[in-house]
């Protein structure tokens, strides 16, 4: 049975990639995404965004000290537990597009990491036993079920 993948969640438009990334992230728990983490690929047809890379869950280890304020703001708030609709609808708003268009976005992507996250841990990941695997697993899942919470 095929998994659904990243691939699933990203389409090919530069904005939609852009966002993509935006809304991944925050998911994942990444507070460590930033501008630096974003490149172009300069291709023969013109420049596209490149794949996402430095892809990593920073808030799993804020028990080892590392922040957990987002490197950028979601709507004008950098503290990822007070993100509530309102920023979402607000950086909708700084982007010039439709909340209507950014909120069945972010909770399409948080309910398909949902869903993916289990295949991934429950068959890929089984195997192996670590704190770090069992506290992102954790941290996924929980974030995933409150940003859908507070969305819907």
């Keep these: 049975m095929k998994r659904p993948g990243l691939v699933v969640l990203i389409d090919k438009t530069p904005v939609s990639h852009l966002l993509n990334r935006v809304v991944f992230n ?3 728990g990444s507070s460590d995404a930033h501008a630096n983490n974003i490149s172009l690929l300069l291709l023969r ?13 920073t808030r799993i280890y804020v028990h080892a000290g590392v922040a957990s304020a987002l490197a950028m703001k979601i709507g ?22 439709s909340g209507k268009f950014l909120i069945p976005r972010v909770t399409g992507l948080a309910g398909k990491i949902g869903e993916a996250r289990l ?8 195997v192996h036993t670590c704190d770090a695997l069992y506290r992102l697993n ?12 507070r969305l819907l």
């Design 26 to 28: 925050y998911l994942i």
């Design 45 to 57: 047809k013109g420049p596209v965004l490149a794949p996402f890379y430095d892809l990593l869950s």
């Design 76 to 97: 004008g708030e950098n503290e990822p537990v007070a993100v509530q609709r309102s920023h979402w609808e607000t950086l909708a708003e700084q982007l010039g597009i």
């Design 119 to 126: 295949g991934l841990f429950k068959e890929d990941l089984a």
């Design 138 to 149: 954790e941290f996924i899942a929980g974030n995933c079920e409150t940003t859908l919470r």
